[in-house]
């Protein structure tokens, strides 16, 4: 037997009014969201993957290793990061995460207003389902700080924000972690010390409380290592009773998080928050019919910075005064954002592009 047609789409977004209005009727419950770099990009978090970012400034000759280790880092620099290095000698990650580490815990860098705008449309409309968050920044956890309650956040490839051991998984709180990875582990980023000072210093390791073994480490997905049990077990949970996806600044290319595209139901909405159209591949389609001019679209493109777009989006769902009322703990550029957009009160966007 031929495959049952699709099920006609809850609604049709056309613009941000219309998901606003989608987002405060009966008929959407739940709203699951897929987060990746682009909503964390106005907190200056420094970018790993990009030119002049962690990977491609990385300084293996820095690093304590052995001479193999350091071919291997030069030759592909996310080794740095595998488990296949960090399990014979944890140095190189710590080292090279330590600036990160220090400065998440000193809370260098700020939850975003995309960030603050997820909290909102969970306490506003108790429909949040969950966040999978696909950044390791730990940024989703300054709105969401009872976390380990509710679970609203799940976070896809770990976060720098939670400690545990690799070896035997015991956890260790964060803050007396960082005060050994402040003693212990070099600063091969401290502009005071010359290269052959940096070479000279040596680390000492950081062993767990239970197992005593040197694999302590922030909560990150090491290459090599399996995503948390909780994304599958999220997922399968999730995907079926979605009324509403919304994937904001993610490329959707790394798998298996994009996968959530696909398992929602056929009458779920999707709506993109990025600088450019993405997920066709997956089988998003931003403007087809039915072959008989109606249209059947479910799927929509608001295309922008993600901070600008969940504004209007607030601005759509008369929440302005509740972003005005945080300013202060924004981040500079989402705080620009936002006082930007309250001096000038700029038109909303009505594309279905």
Known sequence: MPPPPPRPPNTI???LTSLAKYIQSDACKSIVVLTGAGISVNSGIPDFRSAGGMYSTLRADLLTCSAAQRRLMEQDPTYVVSWDIFQRNAFPYLEVRRPFI???AQQQWKATL???????????TNKLTRVYTQNIDGLD???FPDNNNDNKIVSVHGTIAQVACEGCGTGMEFDAFCQQVQSN???????SLSDDEKKQQTSKPIHCPSCQQPLVKPKTVLFGRSLPEEFFVAVKQDMPQADLLIVAGTSLVVSPANSLVYQVNDDCARVVINQEAVGQELGIEYDYTDGSGGNKRRDYFAKGDCDQVCLELCQALGWEQDLLAIQDSL???SRAVLLAAASNKPQMRNNSK
């Open 141 to 143: 956890h300054q709105c």
């Open 13 to 15: 977004i056309k613009d």
């Open 102 to 104: 220090l400065g998440t």
């Open 114 to 124: 995309s960030h603050h705008f997820l909290k909102l449309l969970d306490t506003k």
């Open 331 to 333: 981040p500079e550029m």
């Open 185 to 191: 582990i070099k600063d091969i980023y401290d502009p």
